[in-house]
């Protein structure tokens, strides 16, 4: 009796088979694609989030703490007739303490004026500020101490003694920085990343009741020779982020204080205000 032998051949896939595996295929793969993708860019703008947050925080730090020495004029109440360094004021002349020291104002052209700028596409408003150098207060805005021989007690003439601190917003390697220029600076140094914009507002105590009663910008303080009645500074700053965070284009706009800046690109922005109170500014005395 003769046996059949049955063999199980192994069939392959077909071609249509073969297709759908394949575009199956593809879509999970740009599934997954798009997950990640939509995770990076998530995680991107975080962090670009974070580091706005801590360069606004080093802006406003560096504003609070260089600019409430306005008006500083030691114990012994030094003459000074305003203490902020304003659009059309001469430039300090660069001035020998004596005792081997350089001079106090390093180089003069590094300092900016008190002045407005709104334009929308601008960097905004500049600020200098003007306060008199002792033991107890002599650095400027770049940490730079003020010699001995230049101090208010030491110094040939008080004139000698004062300290210029100024800010402004520039773009070193592309990106915009917050940058600050001091008198014993050889050139302005940059104090926080991604400072696109500042506007400044300037608070009036305008009848001596020790409470400010109206903000004006500077070309108004200017117009009414009012610096004497500054109490506070209201300061609001743009911050944009070091890199690219959309993924199109997108138009917005960002207002500081009473100035609005139109943006429309893929960088992310966040704005930041605060009020820096001038107290040295109660007890400062006119003159030269």
Not at 68 to 83: D, I, R
Not at 274 to 286: A, E
């Amino acid at each position: 009796m003769q046996t059949k032998q049955c063999s199980n051949l192994q069939q392959g896939f077909s071609l249509i088979e073969l297709m759908i595996a394949s575009a199956l295929s593809l879509v999970l793969v740009a599934g997954v694609a798009t997950i990640y993708m939509g995770s990076r860019q998530t995680y991107n703008a975080r962090d670009e989030l974070s580091t706005m947050q801590e360069n606004a925080r080093s802006a406003i730090n560096a504003l609070a703490k260089h600019l409430e020495h306005a008006g500083y004029t030691t114990s012994a109440h030094l003459p000074l007739a305003k203490a902020f360094y304003v659009d059309g004021d001469p430039v300090p002349a660069s001035k020998s303490c004596g005792g081997g020291a350089n001079s106090l104002v390093i180089n003069p052209q590094t300092l900016v004026q008190t002045a407005d700028n709104n334009l929308s596409s601008g960097t905004g408003d500049t600020i200098g500020v003007i306060f008199y150098a002792d033991s107890v207060l002599g650095l400027d805005c770049g940490n730079e101490a003020t010699p001995l021989s230049c101090q208010a007690q030491e110094a040939p003439n008080p004139e000698y003694s004062r300290v210029y601190n100024s800010f402004y917003v520039g773009v070193e390697g592309g990106i915009p920085n917050l940058f600050c220029a001091g008198s014993r600076s050889q050139a302005a140094i940059p104090v926080a990343e991604g400072v696109e914009a500042l506007q400044f507002a300037y608070g009036l105590d305008q009848n001596d009741d020790g409470t400010v009663d109206i903000y004006l910008d500077a070309t108004a303080v200017k117009a009414a020779n009012r610096w004497y009645q500054v109490r506070t500074i209201k300061a609001s700053v743009l911050v944009r982020s070091r890199e690219p965070v959309f993924n199109a284009a997108e138009a917005r706009n960002y207002t500081l204080l009473n100035t609005t800046y139109n943006r429309n690109d893929r960088y992310q922005r966040t704005v930041h205000t605060t009020v820096i109170y001038l107290r040295n500014l109660d007890i400062y005395q006119g003159g030269v």
